[in-house]
T-cell receptor, first 117, second 114 residues
Framework: DVKVTQSSRYLVKRTGEKVFLECVQD?????MFWYRQDPGLGLRLIYF???????EKGDIPEGYSVSREKKERFSLILESASTNQTSMYLC????????????????FGDGTRLSIL | AQKITQTQPGMFVQEKEAVTLDCTYD???????LFWYKQPSSGEMIFLIY????DEQNATEGRYSLNFQKARKSANLVISASQLGDSAMYFC???????????WGLGTSLAVNP
């Protein structure tokens, strides 16, 4: 079974802090994703990475950065946390989309509920 | 732009009955895939079922099946014999063309009554 592990289920930080959310997958997946989920807004893509050291902005990258130094780890960084970044953060991974793998789903971690005070 | 529409914000169903959750999409691509996920109150996203645009048969996975109507651009999830543990949010998502990303609907909240 695919295992995607997020470092914390619950996290409380203060405004202005630099916050790191870590995500590790154990299936040698090349694609990794960070989403935030807010009531009534569904899942919104922050950043994704299709290979080591590669990244692309998603729909809401402002206020965030990412790091992918190793294939199995994808980190989300809140450079200076603000209260409007209080949210549920979900990490996902999947293999590359090829003709043979178009049916492969994204696999998710358990999520991190982040509160910025 | 691609868009996924789930028109039912909330649904109720009696235990052991079947329920259909609606999903429509508007891609112009010929090759695409549709995914359904379940999210219990604990928060994890669980993959349920996949339907490819070229699949001739409706996808089935245990008690889950897809009512795929390509001409109408709909991929409705059918849950048969509902159980209390089916109470959750359900999300429909699309992966079209060469896009590595998924386009997500806003979800439907399902409550199964005993």
């Amino acid at each position: 079974d695919v295992k995607v592990t997020q470092s914390s289920r619950y996290l409380v930080k203060r405004t202005g802090e630099k916050v790191f959310l870590e995500c590790v997958q154990d299936m040698d997946h090349e694609n990794m994703f960070w989403y935030r989920q807010d009531p009534g807004l569904g899942l919104r893509l922050i950043y994704f990475s299709y290979d080591v050291k590669m990244k692309e902005k998603g729909d809401i990258p402002e206020g965030y950065s990412v790091s992918r130094e190793k294939k199995e780890r994808f980190s989300l960084i809140l450079e200076s946390a603000s209260t409007n970044q209080t949210s549920m953060y979900l990490c996902a991974s999947r293999i590359p989309r090829t003709v043979l793998s178009s049916n492969q789903p994204q696999h998710f971690g358990d999520g991190t509920r982040l509160s910025i005070l | 732009a691609q868009k996924i529409t789930q028109t039912q914000p909330g649904m109720f169903v009696q235990e052991k009955e079947a329920v259909t959750l609606d999903c429509t999409y508007d891609t112009s691509d010929q090759s695409y895939g549709l995914f359904w996920y379940k999210q219990p109150s604990s928060g994890e996203m669980i993959f349920l079922i996949y339907q490819g645009s070229y699949d001739e048969q409706n996808a089935t996975e245990g008690r889950y099946s897809l009512n795929f109507q390509k001409a109408r651009k709909s991929a409705n999830l059918v849950i048969s014999a509902s159980q209390l543990g089916d109470s959750a949010m359900y999300f429909c998502a699309e992966n079209a063309g060469n896009n590595r990303k998924l386009i997500w609907g806003l979800g439907t909240s399902l409550a199964v009554n005993p």
